[in-house]
């Protein structure tokens, strides 16, 4: 009961900073240039300019009819998280809109389309907090509503990542922002905002890339021995035979991170120059030492 609690307790903070980084990074680098990087919150910001709404509350009547159906087709338990998320985005905007303004970071903004020197720097800027707080959003099994709910359902009945749905949706909703200035410079941008966020959403979700080896060495013993006690791994014996010899040969099967790579290369290297290893990109482990075997 405890460890459900803290795991409860965590997804909510971890849900709560990712909100505010979305938000932060939305007021700062993205609603003053004019950028529309998909969702609500894009449309949102190009009626914002145009006829002054503001931003969060724009989104906010936009995403309710959304969470109604999130909720009716992905649960109860993912509209209640949802819900939470819908109301704190424009809070936090509103709460930095408050104390901080409506001006860039970077100047001069949307204010003058002739001198918009940072914009490739905001929009990279912009992209990096969106990734990270949508990331931590949807590690946690929720989503910020909006668009977001659109992304979870693709997730969920065509099985492709949030980012590559994201970058679908949301590459689409940017055009809007050539209709309502005739700037096709302010969508470029924005897809710069969407792909950099993309990345980084599935980087968040997933952690960083593992390793998975197959190690065929005479020296299987010395090997397994420096896994299990030494690195702390578990590892899978599989009985092989080759091709060309048709001897037996066990191959070793084991999943490390990027530095134990390095550190078990080193070792093999020692004690048998003649070992064969296959390094393979894994971009997701689930289980005991890696990421949990549970749905996020």
């Known amino acids: ?17 990712g909100c505010f980084l979305f938000s932060f990074g939305a007021v700062l680098f993205v609603e003053p240039y004019g950028f529309a990087p998909g969702g609500t919150y894009g449309l949102a910001m190009v009626f914002h300019h145009l006829w002054g709404w503001k931003t969060e509350a724009a989104a906010l009547c936009m995403d309710v009819p959304l969470l109604v159906i999130g909720t009716i087709v992905l649960g109860a338990k993912f509209g209640i998280r949802t ?4 109301l704190l985005l424009p809070l936090f905007m509103l709460l930095v809109h408050t104390f901080y ?20 720097l905001s929009s990279l800027f912009g992209g990096v907090l969106y990734g990270v707080g949508l990331g931590m959003v949807y590690r946690t099994g929720t989503t910020t509503g909006g668009s977001d709910v659109i992304n979870m359902i693709l997730r969920k009945y065509f099985h492709i990542s ?23 410079t302010l969508p470029m941008y924005s897809w710069v905002i969407i792909f950099v966020s993309a990345v980084l959403q599935d980087r968040v979700m ?15 013993d010395e090997v397994r021995d420096y896994i299990i006690n ?17 001897k037996q040969r066990d191959i070793i099967y084991v999943v490390v991170s990027r530095r134990e ?18 390094v393979i990109n894994s971009s997701e482990i689930l289980g005991e030492g890696f990421h949990d075997i549970k749905p996020q």
């Open 101 to 120: 303004g409506y001006d860039a970071l970077l100047d001069p903004g949307l204010t003058n389309f002739t001198e918009m020197n940072q914009q490739m």
């Open 83 to 86: 819900l939470i998320c819908t």
């Open 206 to 220: 997933q952690g960083a890339p593992a390793r998975t080896l197959m190690i065929i060495t005479s020296k299987t």
């Open 230 to 246: 030494e690195m702390g791994r578990g590892a899978t014996l599989i009985p092989g035979t080759g091709l060309y010899a048709g």
């Open 162 to 184: 949030m980012g590559t749905a994201s970058l679908i949706v949301d590459g689409l909703i940017t055009l809007t922002t050539v209709i309502a200035f005739g700037d096709w």
């Open 1 to 17: 009961m405890k460890i459900k609690i803290h795991d409860t307790v965590k997804d909510y903070v971890i849900m709560t900073v």
């Open 261 to 278: 790579v390095v550190q078990l290369r080193k070792l093999i290297a020692e004690i048998d120059p003649k070992a064969f290893i296959n």
